[in-house]
């Protein structure tokens, strides 16, 4: 069996492994999403303990690599005899991990915003949280789509590294082939393209998403 052939035969099973990729990305997204948003708002905040929590927790995450983040995730329950699954792990790792990373982008989208929208909303007499989920977030996610969309890239690629704490994604599944075919080079070539492939089909749908704006 010729390179191409040998390539085209061990895709079917790589792409097996870049669904749970694609599945934990998506997670750790929502989840840094949700997370991103608040502390970035408690960033934002004009009461200094909040500010000064979300100052350490931005700094403290933003300065760990993600492969340390997984394995304190990973060992520190086990430490109690507590089981954590190691997809959970995962999801968390990086879902933390990008939190930090959104959360500055989100307040570089907030301190765009005119003054004059809020102050012309609070003197319609919308509430807070009005004003945040119907004037301020549309415009911010708005803003901040291109940064977000590499936020995501980054995000995805970093996902390979999850397969140090047992995860069977498209790197992990690589490393599987690799000890069964010896064939090294070709079969991480083939995880190559598929992450590229993947980065690229995530980059055209944030210009898609950006061009409905």
């Not at 599945?23 to 949700?34: E, N, Q, T, W």
């Not at 690629?157 to 069964?180: A, D, P």
């Not at 055209?204 to 061009?211: I, P, V, Y």
Request: proline residues 4%; contains cysteine.
């Amino acid at each position: 069996m010729n390179e191409v052939g040998f390539i085209l035969s061990i895709m079917p099973g790589l792409l097996h492994g870049a669904i749970t990729s694609v599945f934990v990305s998506l997670a750790a997204i929502s989840l840094g999403i949700i997370l991103g948003i608040t502390v970035c708002q408690m960033r934002r905040s004009q009461y200094w303990p909040l500010v000064r929590a979300a100052g350490l927790y931005i700094s403290f995450l933003r300065g760990i690599p993600v492969l340390v983040i997984l394995f304190l995730l990973f060992y520190m329950p086990s430490a109690v005899n507590i089981e954590v699954p190691s997809l959970l792990v995962a999801v968390l790792a990086l879902g933390l991990n990008t939190s930090a990373f959104q959360a500055e982008i989100y307040r570089g989208g907030f301190n765009s915003i005119p003054a004059g929208q809020i102050e012309a909303a609070k003197a319609l007499g919308l509430s807070r949280m009005r004003i945040l989920t119907r004037i301020q977030l549309p415009q911010v996610l708005s803003l901040t789509g291109p940064e977000l969309v590499n936020e995501f890239i980054i995000l995805f690629k970093n996902s390979s590294l999850i397969s140090v704490i047992g995860v069977t994604e498209l790197m992990r599944r690589s490393e599987q082939l690799v000890s069964t075919t010896y064939k090294p080079v070709e079969v991480y070539l083939a995880a190559a393209i598929i992450y590229l492939a993947l980065c690229l089909i995530i980059s055209r749908l944030g210009e898609r998403l950006k061009g409905k704006h």
